[in-house]
């Protein structure tokens, strides 16, 4: 086993080569420009950032200056001994023991995570230095350490990997956001113009059928932000969104979810960190909230990409169905990084309670001009008519099977995902020959596609489609009739948007409601009180009580205070250590995921997902089985780092999002490039997805 002290000789950096094709001097001067060009995109660094950066993109690769180090085979560690060089060669930077001990380490955990541990004994000192210096810097010095760290590693995997930086923003005006809406309502154009006029903290309040998504972009119109992230609440609806802005802008606009964070070989890592740079340098980055959350809580190597929000616009979609914890955890953020970052923010929702919109408002400062309502519209539709059941859903199947056969398009919601499984089990054994279509979130990406592709908005065919809460947004659905399980009635609200979606009234029933079954409250979605309020309202107004949509939304407002909201928020922070996110800011090392106190968070409502690849083991129907077998097989026997980059995007299609508490527990296989994950209670079915072995 070699030790860093093992490296005494070292060649000249002119004439190393530090990768394929490449010498060491030329990836040096690389990384350097890169670097510039992605601080001058964040705008707000100093020059004193700059000479951190030169620092670390000039020494960071230096023990590949060792004799013994060589590109040929599989070459040790070098970052061990590009600290040793700088050891025995004491370059620190600016004669700051400080910042040197920083930018050491830094250099030292440049291919893993800013973790407590380091590779090798003899570095053990480096953390013992840091715990007593961290403290000692402020938190705006803090943040920009390791996001000048973040900007060294885009930087450092790009020349890498040859790739060329595309930083050109993309022409957001209203005729770029006309072509996005497509058929555009010159009325509601009007209101929707108005979006360019609110200050850097926005929100809006729109109907179903608004048009909120893609007009949401003219609140940047004049706001200088060079990216944009929309922040959307499911998978589904960013495949979805993804396809129609790409429509516009061909070359601007990508996905970005992440794999389980692992550690890996060095060249397996820069698989993975240009996996980030593609997708998240991008001037339209579509992702999920619980991405933007995760680069803040200083979770895995997730941190060290918290730099790209800087001088960001966020769009915060259908901000509604945010459990109190994030919820709380966004607002939290947002307030500490807010000036230093200069963000703009729109928050969303169709159906924004009003104890909702004084929370934004008051946490965030956001002026009263700054908010828009254009809710009335719901006073002059009754889109839905609906009956309330104390029983569960699962007794109606014989009635949801024969409203199909009856030539009917239904659609049926449950609260999780065992239930829906369990709903469609019993459907397909009461109506085999017909078409019924399940989907949910934890799908394959390439049999989510297909199923998303069944369930367009133009298809008449009779069918059953059953899904959870993934189906409330960003789906262009219509369907005849409604079977639902209750929950929070903004939630409901949404759910109705997915009957009789371009009617305006209706006279006969369309909508059956039922009593839900919370068997497990931590992992259940919504909070107990809230599925109660909802039920309380609803039975109010079934019926013909309901004289238009705009009275659920003026009930739930009366009946569910801002103290009521406040302490639901209350009671969902007393659950997790949010003071151990105080302590843990103290330095800038990672969360780990064996830390219980960051479990407590990751584990609430299921909220926080990676992106694993099942092991064949546990894949049930032999046809996927095969295909994942075959593509793991061409991957682990593939050579070079640009031909497992080609691999990535087949990869892609066989990913499935699973809450980040599920990997703690299972086993995951080591020295992979990518997140394969063998569990001993979960399978996978193309038609059920991953799910417990007991709910099949």
Request: proline content about 4%; charged content about 25%.
């Amino acid at each position: 086993m070699f030790t860093a002290k093992d490296c005494h000789e070292w060649d000249n950096k002119n004439q190393k080569y530090s990768h394929k094709g490449k010498l060491l001097i030329d990836h040096i001067e690389e990384v350097k420009q890169i670097a510039r060009d992605l601080l001058r995109l964040s705008n707000n660094f100093s020059d004193f950032n700059l000479e951190l950066l030169d620092y670390l993109a000039e020494y960071h690769d230096y023990g590949k200056l060792c004799k013994k180090w060589d590109l040929i085979g599989n070459p040790p560690p070098h970052s061990p001994w590009s600290v040793q060089w700088l050891l025995e060669n004491s370059k620190k930077f600016k004669d700051n023991d400080k910042l040197t001990y920083v930018l050491w380490y830094f250099i030292l955990k440049h291919h893993s995570k800013l973790s407590k541990t380091v590779p090798l004994q003899e570095y053990k000192i480096f953390i013992e230095i840091l715990r007593k210096l961290l403290p000692e810097y402020a938190t705006e010095e803090k943040i920009n350490l390791v996001d000048i760290f973040g900007l060294f590693k885009i930087a450092d995997v790009l020349s890498a990997s040859n790739k060329q930086l595309r930083l050109n923003s993309l022409p957001i005006n209203e005729e770029s956001v006309r072509k996005i809406i497509g058929e555009v309502d010159e009325n509601r154009w009007i209101q929707q113009r108005s979006l360019q006029q609110i200050g850097n903290i926005g929100i809006l309040r729109a109907y179903t059928g608004w048009g909120k998504t893609s007009a949401s972009l003219l609140f940047f119109c004049h706001k200088n932000t060079p990216k944009i992230f929309y922040l959307l609440p499911t998978i589904t609806a960013i495949n979805k969104f993804h396809k129609k802005l790409s429509a516009a802008f061909p070359h601007g606009v990508s996905r970005y979810f992440y794999f389980y964070d692992a550690e890996i070989s060095e060249d397996d890592d820069r698989l993975n960190e240009l996996y980030f740079a593609k997708n998240f340098l991008s001037s339209i980055v579509i992702t999920t909230i619980d991405q933007f959350l995760l680069s803040f809580m200083q979770y895995g190597k997730y941190h060290t990409k918290r730099v790209m929000f800087r001088n960001a616009g966020l769009i915060f979609d259908e901000i509604h169905l945010l459990n109190p914890l994030m919820l709380s955890l966004t607002t939290y953020f947002l307030r500490k990084y807010l000036e230093l970052y200069k963000v703009k923010a729109l928050f969303m929702s169709a159906t924004l309670p009003r104890a909702l919109s004084r929370y934004l408002m008051e946490e965030l400062n956001v002026k009263e001009n700054n908010f828009l309502d254009y809710s009335d519209e719901y006073y002059k539709l009754k889109r839905v008519k609906f009956v309330y059941s104390s029983n569960y859903i699962e007794n109606s199947i014989n009635e949801i099977a024969e409203q199909c056969k009856k030539g009917n398009k239904v659609l049926v919601i449950a609260n999780t995902i065992p239930k829906a499984v369990a709903i469609y089990k019993k459907i397909v054994e009461c109506m085999p020959q017909e078409r019924i279509i399940l989907l949910h979130s934890r799908f394959m990406h390439k049999d989510r596609r297909e199923k998303e592709q069944e369930i367009d908005v133009k298809d008449k065919t009779p069918h059953v489609f059953i899904s959870t809460q993934i189906s409330e947004v960003s789906l262009d659905i219509s369907y005849n009739l409604l079977f639902s399980e209750v929950s929070p009635l903004p939630s409901m609200i949404q759910r109705f948007g997915r009957v009789n979606r371009y009617g305006k009234n209706v006279s006969h029933t369309n909508v059956f409601l039922y009593q839900p079954e919370i068997k497990n409250e931590l992992y259940y979605p919504y909070e107990p009180q809230e599925i109660q309020l909802a039920i309380k309202i609803l039975k109010e107004l079934e019926g013909d009580k309901m004289k238009s949509e705009g009275e659920l939304l003026e009930v739930f407002d009366s009946e569910y205070s801002f103290n009521r909201f406040m302490n639901d928020m209350q009671k969902a922070q007393s659950k997790i250590d949010l003071e151990a996110f105080e302590e843990a800011f103290s330095f800038f090392f990672c969360f780990d995921i064996n830390d219980d106190r960051l479990m407590r968070v990751l584990q609430y409502r299921e909220a926080f997902n990676v992106l694993i690849i099942p092991h064949p083991e546990c894949i049930i129907n032999e046809d996927v089985r095969g295909y994942v077998e075959r593509l793991l097989s061409q991957s682990a026997n593939s050579k070079g780092y640009e031909i497992k980059r080609k691999f990535l995007a087949k990869i892609k299609n066989i990913l499935v999002p699973v809450p980040i508490w599920w990997i703690r527990n299972a086993e995951i296989q080591k020295n992979s490039p990518y997140p394969i994950v063998r569990f001993e209670d979960k399978v996978y079915n193309k038609s059920t997805g991953l799910v417990e072995k007991y709910d099949l």
